[in-house]
Every structure is written in C-alpha cells, then in structure tokens.
C-alpha cells in the first residue's frame, strides 16, 4: 500500500514543520510555494514564547510547542535556535507581578528580578527599571535557517509555482491549479497565511482573517551585545546568531502610519539608546510584513467544514505553534485524532457564530 500523498500549499514556518512531521509520519509530501521561506515568516521578529495575553487553554498549546522546539533542535542540524530567555519591562511594575503571579503557578518559569540582576543578565541593556520579568525559557529561532532545514529534513517534493484555484467536485477537493498545472493529493494543508484568503473565496468560504502591517528593523551585524530578548517599553529587541539586531516597537513589528523611514530612524535611535556598544549601529535595512490574524486572535487549525481532504492552518504566532500545530495536523490528517491541544481552533467556530 502507497503512502498517503499530502500536498502543503505555502513554505513558510508552518508549512515546513507540517512537512516534516508528515514525512516524519510516513506520508509523502509535496510543497507548493512561490517562494520558500513563505510571506509573512520572513518578517517576524521569530520570539519563542507563551507568555502575556493568553488564556489557559493556547498558553498549553504554546508552552507545548516551546518543549517541541527544543526536541527538534536536537533532531535536526541548523534550525538556527537560541535560548537564553527574555527580559520584560514594557509594562508597569503592578502588571508584571500580576504576569508572574499569573505564570509561575502554570509552571511557566517566569520570576521577577531587580535592576541590578537584570544588568547581570545583560550587560550591555542600558537603563533597566527596579522590576523586570525574566522568562528564562523563551528563545529565538532564525527563521531563514528553520525552515530550509525543516524542508530539507521532510525529504518533501518542492514545486516552486502560484496556487491559484482549488478543483473541488461532489464536496471533494480533487487537486490544485497551478501554474504548473493541476497536482492531485490525498489530503491538502492550506498553509499559506493570508494567501489562503482568496484560495477559500473561490469556494464561497470566508477566512475570516485580519491583517496589520508590521515593521521589523534590521541592523548591520555587530559584535555580540544582546544574550536575551529585550521587551521594553517602545521597542522590543533581539540580536541574530550571525549578530544582526532586529527591532520593532511591538513583537509582530511597528505600525507604520508614519511612513517607513520614520519608524526605522526612531527604532534605530531606541537601539542606541538602549543598548550599550550600539551606540554607532547602522541600518542595514527593514522589511514589512503583515500578520495573519485570526478574527478572534486565535488559531484556525482543522479541517474545512464541507469541503473533504481540505486542511487549514493560519494564525500568529506561527512562529512559536509551528512545531505543536506540525505534530498535532499530521496526526489529524493521517489517524484521524484530534489532539485536545487543538481541539478549540477549529474552522467550524466562526459558522457557529454567524448561525447566531
């Protein structure tokens, strides 16, 4: 008996860890992809992390792909992680010790630390305030190391070639039209971020999906400076392994009402002013992406209702969910069990609410 071909349209992120869990699984795979490295994953600012604003249920999802991340970096060579944590002080001192009365008793390893740990912990931060939170098990992955090494682990068949309509007959999806031609599967993963916005409309299905711009700075490298995140107030930063800072004012990057060069010339001030030995530091240049988010702020992750062997997946951060989301859709798609991790993010709760 063959095993089950399962066709990813998009190569970013969570298409390459769809890839390689898959294959991993025993599926053949193929990837269709414009380009490799996907859209919206090259302009992440790549944090790792299940802290803030979540509630019970995605914080286990999260904090459940953080571990994945750190079994994956010991399976495959080159996927470009660093750890070492994050030091937070964007908020007021009262809202931190709720985020560590909040975290901690979840197991999260968060605690709070005064001005002069946090020099300790980062030399080079300039200006720390009396209270930080130090989540020490957060990281970064490089994300133009990941996903080439995810793919080239998956032993996937990459088509580089524009999806641009879905061949469904009788409720069943047949293959996708591409520029290529049409490509049959067994299963399909749509994984393509706001690109499978229009792919669903040639359905009639709404992916109810929102979009802002963000801005990501890049600097040209330097000498390591930074060994940890730094989320502080109008700027979070991080440094690359090959010694690039990047920057926005918020983690999926800065709005840029004020025009591109603008953010970019306040973001670069904020580096030098924060970090010490930055002082001369260079723009090498920014990128803006555009974040897919879900209408909910949640993740859409399951099958699409009506429309048999059509798989979705989209959300942000897909980033940090990639390794749990991977495991958890394979399993799904090849057993036919739905991880309870995932079982809230489901396509079919946005019908729900509008049968309401």
Request: aromatic letters at 6%; proline letters at 6%.
């Amino acid at each position: 008996m063959s095993p089950p071909h399962v066709l990813i349209i998009g190569a970013g992120i969570l298409g390459a860890s769809l890839a390689w869990h898959l294959a991993r699984a025993g599926a053949r795979v193929t990837v269709v992809a414009q380009t490799s490295g996907g859209t919206a994953t090259p302009n992440s600012f790549a944090w790792i992390n299940a802290s803030f604003g979540n509630d019970a249920a995605y914080f286990r999802l999260r904090f459940d792909s953080m571990g994945r991340w750190r079994r994956l970096e010991q399976e495959i060579s080159g996927l470009g992680m660093s750890w070492g944590g994050s030091l937070s002080y964007d908020m007021t001192a009262e809202e931190l010790e709720r985020y560590a009365a909040e975290f901690s008793p979840r197991g999260y390893p968060v605690r709070l630390v005064d001005e002069a740990e946090a020099r300790v912990l980062e030399p080079h931060l300039l200006h720390p305030p009396r209270l930080v939170a130090f989540a020490e098990a957060e990281g970064a992955v490089e994300h133009s190391m990941a996903v080439p090494a995810l793919l080239g682990a998956s032993g996937a068949e990459i088509v580089t070639s524009c999806v641009h309509g879905l061949d469904v007959t009788g409720g069943r999806l047949l293959s996708v039209m591409t520029d290529e031609g049409p490509i049959e599967a067994d299963e399909f993963i749509l994984a393509a971020g706001l690109g499978s916005v229009p792919l669903l409309a040639t359905l009639g299905i709404e992916l109810p999906l929102d979009a802002s711009a963000g801005l990501i700075l890049h600097t040209t490298p330097m000498r390591k400076l930074l060994r940890r995140l730094v989320i502080a107030p109008e700027i979070h930063i991080r440094q690359t392994l090959t010694g690039e800072i990047i920057a926005g004012s918020d983690f999926g990057g800065s709005p840029i009402e004020r025009g591109p060069l603008a953010v970019a010339a306040k973001l670069l001030d904020l580096i030098r002013t924060n970090v010490r030995g930055a002082e001369s530091v260079t723009l090498e240049r920014y990128s803006i992406g555009y974040r897919p988010i879900p209408k909910d702020g949640l993740p859409i992750i399951g099958r699409i209702p009506g429309i048999e062997r059509l798989y979705v997946t989209v959300m942000h951060s897909g980033i940090t969910n990639a390794p749990a989301v991977g495991a958890y859709a394979a399993e799904e798609i090849l057993k036919d069990k739905r991880h309870e991790l995932i079982q809230p993010y489901g396509f079919e709760r946005f019908q729900m609410e509008q049968r309401r």
